[in-house]
C-alpha cells in the first residue's frame, strides 16, 4: 500500500485547465480568510475588514514568496542554460513561505492602517489561519511531484514518477517510495491551528503571543519535516544545515523571546478595542438578540399588568 502521486498537475473544469498547485494555493487562502474573518467578528472586528486587508496581504504575500524562491534557488532561473523569464513562471510552482510570511504580513499592516485598525490584535487574529493556508497549500507539492523526503518503505509512501527524481531517472531502484513531506506538513499544520485556537481562549493570549505561537509551531514542525527532504537547494551546508533549517532556528528563537518578553512584562492578554481610531470603529448593533427581545416583551407584559391594576384601583376607589 502506498500514496501515489497525480498522473498529471492539472485539475480540468470542463475544458479549462487549472494547475493543481494553484487550486491548492487559492484554496487554501479562501479557507484562511473565511476563518479569520469569523475570528476577527467575534473579537468585534467590523464585518469585511479582513476581506479588504486580504486584498493587500495576497499579493505581497504571493510576490514575497516567489523572490524568496527565486533568491534562494537562483541557479534554476538564473544559472547556466537557464531560461530568467521562467521566474515569473509561479504557477510551475515554487513559493518561499518565509518571504510569503514576511511580505504578507507587511500588506497586512498597510491594510490595518488604511481601516484604523490595531496591527497586533489583527496579527494575532490572523496568525494561526495562515497555518490553514500553508498546510492546503502544501497540496500543490503533491500535484507537482516536488519536495518529497527520502526513500522510506512505510505503508504511507508517496509514489513518484522517476522523471521528478532530483538527480533524474535511475537515481533510485524501481518501485521506491518516499516520505510524503507534503502530507506530514499539512497534518502538523492543521493539527497546530487547532491547539493555537486553544490555548488563544484558554489563556486570553493576546499582545503578540499569538503570533509567537504560530511562527514557533511552524518552525518547530518546518525544522523536524525539513530533515526528511531531499530535494535540491542552492543555500546549504552552512555547518551542515539547509538555510531552511537555519530560519527556522532563527525564527524560533526571536519568536520564544517575544512570548518570555510579551508574558514578563504583562502585555500578552488578549486586547479589547482592536480600533487605534475610535471614528472608524463599527456602530453597536442595534439588532436585538432573540433573548432580548424576549425580556422586552416580558417588560412590556409586566408594565401593562401594573397600569391595568392601577386602573381598576381607581375604578375600585370611585365607585367606595
Given at each position: ?87 515569473l513562471y509561479i504557477w ?64 504511507w509512501g508517496l509514489e ?161
Amino acid at each position: 500500500m502506498s500514496i501515489p502521486s497525480p498522473a498529471e498537475g492539472v485539475l480540468w473544469l470542463g475544458p479549462v485547465p487549472l494547475r493543481g498547485y494553484a487550486f491548492a494555493i487559492i484554496l487554501g487562502i479562501i479557507v484562511a480568510v473565511w476563518v479569520s474573518e469569523r475570528r476577527w467578528q467575534a473579537r468585534g472586528g467590523r464585518a469585511g475588514d479582513i476581506q479588504d486587508i486580504a486584498l493587500w496581504a495576497v499579493p505581497f504575500g504571493l510576490i514575497g514568496g516567489r523572490l524568496y524562491h527565486v533568491m534562494t534557488d537562483w541557479q534554476l532561473y538564473f544559472g547556466d542554460g537557464a531560461n530568467p523569464i521562467e521566474a515569473l513562471y509561479i504557477w510551475r510552482g515554487g513559493l518561499g513561505v518565509w518571504g510569503a510570511i514576511a511580505f504578507g504580513a507587511v500588506g497586512a499592516i498597510i491594510g490595518a492602517k488604511t481601516k484604523g485598525i490595531k496591527i497586533i490584535p489583527l496579527l494575532d487574529t490572523i496568525a494561526p489561519t495562515c497555518l490553514l493556508a500553508m498546510g492546503i497549500g502544501r497540496w500543490g507539492n503533491w500535484f507537482n511531484q516536488e519536495l518529497f523526503g527520502r526513500p522510506t518503505d512505510l505503508p504511507w509512501g508517496l509514489e513518484i514518477d522517476p522523471s521528478f527524481y532530483p538527480e533524474g531517472p535511475g537515481q533510485f531502484p524501481a518501485g521506491t517510495t518516499f516520505h510524503p513531506t507534503f502530507l506530514y506538513e499539512f497534518c502538523w499544520d492543521i493539527l497546530a491551528f487547532f491547539v493555537i485556537v486553544y490555548l488563544q481562549k484558554k489563556l486570553r493570549l493576546g499582545g503578540g503571543r499569538v503570533v509567537a505561537l504560530y511562527v514557533m509551531a511552524y518552525c518547530l514542525g518546518r525544522g523536524m519535516i525539513e530533515t526528511l527532504r531531499i530535494d535540491n537547494v542552492q543555500l546549504v551546508d552552512v555547518l551542515g544545515l539547509r538555510w531552511s533549517e537555519w530560519m527556522s532556528i532563527i525564527l524560533f528563537v526571536l519568536a520564544a523571546a517575544w512570548w518570555t518578553y510579551a508574558t514578563l512584562s504583562g502585555r500578552g492578554m488578549v486586547e479589547e478595542e482592536v480600533y487605534s481610531d475610535p471614528a472608524k470603529a463599527p456602530a453597536n448593533d442595534t439588532t436585538n438578540d432573540p433573548a432580548d427581545d424576549t425580556e422586552n416583551d416580558a417588560d412590556k407584559d409586566n408594565a401593562s399588568d401594573v397600569s391595568d391594576n392601577g386602573t381598576d384601583d381607581e375604578e375600585s376607589s370611585t365607585k367606595a
